[in-house]
């Protein structure tokens, strides 16, 4: 059984930083790309940072600079730092893993999500 746990949300003044760690656990054969994504009340969910198991990474446009995403690969965990953070980064932060996995004798690819982690931007 997969798991991703997540740690690190929490309540920031504008300007401060946080620390996402997201683990994933489980009978893995490999992690293709890991990434986070953010929920806002009201509004879709969207993508933040992705880093691929070479190290590419991507980054939503409105957090580039100011956010980093790297990831451990002996920890199976993916990190994001965040810095300068504004009010309107204030959402649900969700881990998500693209996952090779046995299954029936053959390797496969499945899509994973943790729990989410409130992140909250305020003075």
């Known amino acids: 059984q997969v798991q991703l746990v997540e740690s690190g949300g929490g309540l920031v003044q504008p300007g401060g930083s946080l620390r996402l760690s997201c683990a994933a656990s489980?009978?893995?054969?490999?992690?293709?790309?890991m990434g986070w994504y953010r929920q806002a009340p009201g509004k879709q969910r969207e993508l933040v940072a992705r880093i691929t198991s070479i190290g590419s990474t991507n980054y939503k446009d409105s957090v580039k600079g100011r956010f980093t995403i790297s990831r451990d690969n002996a920890k199976n965990t993916v990190y994001l730092q965040m810095n300068s953070l504004k009010p309107e980064d204030t959402a649900v932060y969700y881990c998500?893993?693209?996952?090779?996995?046995?299954?029936?004798?053959?390797?496969?690819?499945?899509?994973?999500w943790g729990q989410g982690t409130q992140v909250t931007v305020s003075s």
């Open positions: 489980g009978s893995i054969f490999s992690i293709n790309a």
């Open positions: 998500n893993a693209d996952l090779s996995l046995w299954y029936d004798g053959i390797l496969r690819s499945y899509d994973y």
